[in-house]
């Protein structure tokens, strides 16, 4: 008889476990929105360059949200947070790039991988992230790994070394370089013993894997030279950035503004989008 309860207790305690109210779930992690780092330093190099406030196309969703962080901060106002990365959103970003205590090339206004991850580390996240990377001496000349890795490239494809007459991080640089090799991804490369062809065709090689590069003349105040700026260089200086700008937008890099005298390369790539293909 003892037994036959004991199993009937049993059963009632089984049935009320069952009963039990089910486990609720964990509510679900919202997935951020993506910035395209590489789509804002390309807006961020074109549209303070242009005459009106168009968007640099595939740009706009990845400014606008790096435009709302900036505003949210108070670093920009709200009538800004349009998807154009023009002067204004420079000057709120170097404002946010001295708030983390950046000085100098660190504060120019061009965002790098550390600031850019740190405005949106609540609203968004960052894909395709780009970096100058450490600086090192190639042909004797100071620059960037990334600018390294793309000369190097073009001396592959054209089949000879090139001499550097000027590199990256020379604040002032020489006469005539009017801050563009302040900061990173700048070079003057010799042009001594080249015909006119091959000048052409090292400055065509330079624009294939990510340069803007033009051929600089007597008839325009310098000594025979190409100059190269590696478009898309976290660490370009102001000048560097404006004359990546003006590359995009059809024009020769000086302060005349002249249409391109240079080799028409179409597509224009960077150095990530030349990898990929």
Not at 58 to 72: F, I, K, M, N, Q
């Amino acid at each position: 008889m003892v037994n036959v309860r004991v199993a009937a207790v049993a059963g009632v305690l089984i049935g009320l476990v069952g009963l039990a109210a089910p486990a609720v779930a964990a509510p679900r992690a919202v997935a951020l929105p993506v910035v395209d780092m590489e789509s804002v330093l390309k807006a961020a190099q074109i549209d303070p360059r242009r005459a009106d406030s168009a968007i640099t196309p595939g740009s706009g969703d990845s400014v606008r949200l790096v435009e709302r962080a900036l505003a949210a901060k108070g670093h920009l106002a709200s009538t800004y947070v349009d998807g154009h990365f023009g002067t204004r959103t420079i000057d709120a970003y170097a404002a946010y790039q001295r708030s983390l205590g950046y000085t100098g090339l660190d504060a120019s206004g061009m965002p790098g991988p550390t600031s850019l991850r740190l405005l949106g580390e609540t609203t968004y996240t960052v894909t395709r992230v780009v970096s100058a990377g450490s600086r090192v001496t190639y042909h004797s000349a100071l620059m960037n790994t990334r600018t390294k890795a793309m000369l190097v490239e073009a001396e592959r494809l054209l089949g000879r070394t090139l001499g550097i007459t000027q590199g990256s991080y020379n604040p002032g640089g020489v006469p005539g370089s009017a801050g563009t090799h302040d900061g990173g991804g700048a070079l003057d490369i010799s042009v001594s013993g080249m015909t006119a062809t091959t000048r052409t065709n090292v400055a065509r090689v330079l624009r294939q894997v990510g340069f803007a590069a033009w051929i600089r003349t007597p008839a325009q105040g310098f000594d025979y030279h190409i100059h190269a700026i590696a478009l898309g260089d976290p660490d370009l200086s102001t000048g560097a950035r404006n004359q990546a700008g003006d590359y995009y937008l059809g024009l020769n890099g000086l302060a005349n503004r002249g249409p391109d005298d240079g080799p028409a390369v179409s597509p224009k790539r960077t150095w990530e989008e030349y990898q990929r293909l």
